[in-house]
């Protein structure tokens, strides 16, 4: 059975601490949660395949600046411009990308769609609870939501 | 030093691997956003190497390459991609690709791989 929570951690300590160089503490909140609520930026993309599932990342704007510009190799971010939002697009990507790649690890066949973006005051609702994992570190907190179930159709 | 298009629908992942390109004493001559542009630019740009992402809009990159084949059965590709499992792989060298590099990467990896097929 999948454990979407070892999925989540592997993946963002390969992103987070592999690639960008942070000392991540990942932690899961046991009850799940079946609302999200978000007051800075988030990331959200869609899994389809034989899972398929939404992914949703948030995070405070201090945060994402950090993050973006450790993306950037250490250039300042003051504002989060077109270059910034495409970038926060791109860790989204990678990190969804990362999980498909572990799915197919497990021989579990995923794709998924391009990310969209939110800013400010968002609250996502679901039928189903996410596996909540938040990853914390010297940039801040990131939260990491996803469900995932088996397609309809391979069943 | 060899003129190289890159292929990406995220302009971040385009600035990123142009300067990796740039600093490793390459030219980028094009900046293509997706499949159909890079099959237009690649006509009137002729380069050298392609850097190719998979996910895009309006035509994939495995597409881009298949139909950059027929213009140039020689043409030499790296497919870019976080999409790094080894059915996409296969699809990719299948396709044509000399080299397949999986996101996020590091700048060495990026130079390697260019080396490696611009000396094939």
Redesign the interface.
């Known amino acids: 059975m999948l454990n979407e929570y070892d999925v989540i951690s592997k993946v963002g300590q390969n ?1 987070l601490a592999g ?1 960008l160089g942070l000392i991540v503490e990942t932690s899961e909140l046991q009850q799940g949660a079946n609302s999200i609520e978000s007051n800075g930026v988030g990331v959200a993309l869609q899994i389809i395949g034989q899972m398929e599932g939404q992914f949703i990342s948030t995070m405070s704007t201090a945060t994402v600046k950090e993050l973006v510009s450790r ?2 190799g250490g250039y300042e971010v003051q504002q989060l411009d ?2 910034c939002w ?2 926060f ?2 860790f989204g ?2 990190f969804v ?2 999980i ?2 572990e799915l ?2 497990q021989g579990i ?1 995923v ?2 769609t ?1 990310p969209l973006l939110h800013e400010g005051d968002v609250t996502y609702h679901s039928i189903n609870n996410y596996t909540v994992v938040t990853m914390t570190s010297e940039i801040g907190k990131i939260d990491v939501y996803m469900q995932l179930e088996e397609a309809q159709t391979t069943k | 030093m060899a003129k190289i298009m890159v292929v990406d629908d995220a302009a971040f992942m385009r600035k990123m691997i142009k300067e990796i390109l740039t600093e490793g004493g390459h030219e980028v001559v094009a900046e293509a956003a997706n499949g159909e542009e890079a099959i237009s630019f690649y006509k009137s740009c002729n380069p050298d190497l392609i850097t190719m992402d998979i996910t895009m809009p309006e035509m994939d990159g495995i597409a881009a390459v298949k139909a950059i084949k027929q213009l140039n059965s020689e043409v030499k590709v790296i497919m870019c991609s976080a999409m790094g499992q080894q059915g996409m792989v296969l699809d990719a060298i299948t396709a044509g690709a000399k080299d397949f590099v999986v996101k996020p990467f590091q700048k060495d990896r990026v130079l390697e791989a260019v080396r490696k097929v611009l000396s094939a």
């Open positions: 992103v690639y993306m950037m077109e270059m495409s970038a697009q791109e990507n990678w990308s990362g498909a790649t197919a690890s066949q794709n998924i391009q």
